[in-house]
């Protein structure tokens, strides 16, 4: 696909003065009217790129989908946040470990823990499936008949992994419901969640955001993807292993040096996070206007 350059398009038509009528070919569009001095830039409407229409269907899957993967994450980490914790230290710090656009998977363990379902279980349910609907819209391929890509494609598996991890779990915590508050198992399902399906499937989803960020020419954004995808995944193994060594921790509680290590993990989680909201907001206005296109119009060859 061309752009055409203002310059250069002024050299092609003929665009007279809107002040005074003169013709402006051959003038820069930084210039003025020789005139009566009107800055050329005023008189020009540039040409509007026209995209075709798989571009245009492909850009608002994918920005449809990043709405929705973002107004899931925010209420999954409200579902987590509300969860009851135990005696053991750092347990809410684990659950939420990466706060930011991720697969979230352990809100899905609040409507399972105890025996009646509140509305905060059913909202993590149902939030979590608004993920894996994202997933599905965010890994569109860019052309008809996708399928055919071969397996060791990342976005073929950043698309399906995820959601057949999640739904594994689902199942999983449906299953168990009816578990108490300090039951064991809850710690198990919650380590289960965040290294079997958030930390593979996050993983996969960034670097598929990677991919896409370079196909866009959008070299800052797909380096920030690479690099806060890694660091949340090393954010979830830090979160298996507070999980696996919480109950030992819970005495030593005040301790400055394991209080100042819960600081600096939240602070590495909340600042990765932040970058990763700024390369997934900066993606979304690339493909912004190309969504927002009219329905109609010409191809630009």
Excluded at 185 to 213: D, S
Excluded at 252 to 263: E, H, K, Y
Aim: charged letters at 15%; a positive charge.
């Amino acid at each position: 696909m061309s752009v055409v350059s203002p310059d250069a398009w002024l050299d092609r038509v003929e665009v007279r003065c809107a002040t005074c009528g003169y013709s402006l070919r051959g003038i820069s569009q930084d210039g003025a009217c020789p005139e009566c001095g009107r800055p050329v830039s005023q008189s020009v409407e540039p040409e509007v790129i026209v995209y075709p229409p798989a571009q245009v269907r492909w850009s608002r899957m994918v920005v449809l989908g990043v709405c929705i993967w973002l107004f899931a994450t925010f209420e999954s980490i409200g579902t987590v946040l509300i969860m009851r914790f135990s005696d053991d230290y750092g347990g809410t710090i684990a659950k939420l470990n990466y706060v930011g656009p991720k697969v979230w998977t352990v809100s899905l363990i609040q409507r399972s823990v105890g025996y009646q379902p509140g509305s905060w279980g059913v909202n993590g349910v149902t939030r979590g499936l608004l993920i894996a609907v994202a997933i599905l819209l965010i890994t569109t391929p860019k052309v008809e008949r996708g399928w055919q890509e071969p397996l060791r494609s990342i976005r073929y598996w950043a698309r399906w992994a995820p959601v057949i991890l999640f739904g594994g779990f689902l199942g999983l915590s449906l299953g168990s419901e009816g578990v108490g508050y300090n039951d064991p198992q809850v710690r198990k399902f919650v380590m289960t969640a965040i290294a079997g399906v958030e930390l593979p499937a996050t993983l996969l989803l960034y670097l598929h955001l990677r991919n896409l960020a370079k196909s866009l020419c959008l070299a800052g954004a797909a380096s920030t993807f690479f690099w806060t995808g890694l660091i949340a995944a090393l954010l979830m193994v830090g979160a298996v292993t507070l999980l696996t060594v919480g109950s030992t921790l819970a005495d030593d509680r005040n301790a400055l040096p394991l209080q100042a290590a819960v600081s600096l993990y939240m602070a590495a989680s909340v600042a990765s996070a932040a970058a990763a909201l700024g390369a997934v907001i900066r993606l979304t206005m690339e493909l912004l206007p190309i969504a927002l296109q009219p329905r109609r119009g010409r191809a630009t060859h």
